[in-house]
């Protein structure tokens, strides 16, 4: 079965400090997508990209996040500095199309201390 | 209003009961409805996938779709203990809208 890869799985720093996320989509899907998944604000869209150009990172904070997929194997999220407030469950996912159903990872458990 | 709301739960049911799960939603125009299920330290993944209205079946699992109320339903029928886990509604025009999730116990 074809997957996401998302590494690390789990991350537990300090804050101020630069966290990388990585994705490797599945082979042949030119759109990626980056969510990021709290109690309380469920499931979050932070960027998206397709055929590795960004198309939309309006839902992210743009001066300590970016996003970037500098080959079609891989998917990048950046945040720095971090801060407390970005602890969450971070997932890529990857797709056909836009609004066709998406194939997610099993996430960054990202923890700012 | 919310484009997309789902109550959080938690549902608890007995083992071999019906579950009903239900999302309600605001923007006409979307036109693709999915579920996903969500297990601890999982990603979501795809369970149910359906186009503009009517009822799609699956197994233990049926989708339905009604547009003029702007109201989809999943139904697990015979809910074993390994059902239990968070459920996503999703829908879509140009991207995809997630609900919140509603978390589900399927009590042996």
């Known amino acids: 079965d074809a997957r996401v890869t998302q590494t690390p799985r789990h991350k537990v720093t300090e804050m101020g400090q630069e966290v990388t996320m990585r994705c490797q989509p599945i082979?042949?899907?030119?759109?990626v997508f980056w969510y990021r998944q709290t109690m309380m604000q469920g499931l979050e869209l932070l960027a998206y990209f397709r055929n590795r150009a960004p198309l939309d990172d309006s839902g992210m904070p743009k001066d300590r996040f970016s996003a970037e997929m500098p080959d079609a194997t891989l998917a990048t999220l950046k945040i720095q500095p971090s801060e407390p407030r970005d602890s969450a469950v971070y997932f890529c996912?990857?797709?056909?199309?836009?609004?066709?159903?998406?194939?997610f990872g099993d996430g960054t458990r990202l923890s700012i201390l | 209003q919310k484009e997309v709301e789902q109550d959080p739960g938690p549902l608890s049911v007995p083992e071999g009961a019906i579950v009903s799960l239900n999302c309600t939603y605001s923007?006409?125009?979307?036109?693709?409805f999915m579920w996903y299920r969500q297990y601890s330290r999982k990603g979501p993944e795809l369970l149910m996938y359906t186009y503009s209205s009517g009822n799609k079946e699956d197994g233990r699992f049926t989708a339905q779709v009604d547009k003029s109320s702007k109201y989809i339903s999943l139904f697990i029928r015979d809910s074993q203990p390994s059902d239990s886990a968070t459920y996503l509604c999703a829908m879509s025009d140009d991207k995809i809208i997630f609900g919140k999730g509603t978390r589900l116990h399927i009590l042996p």
């Open positions: 082979l042949g899907h030119n759109t």
């Open positions: 923007n006409s125009a979307f036109q693709y």
């Open positions: 996912a990857s797709g056909l199309v836009m609004d066709q159903p998406q194939h």
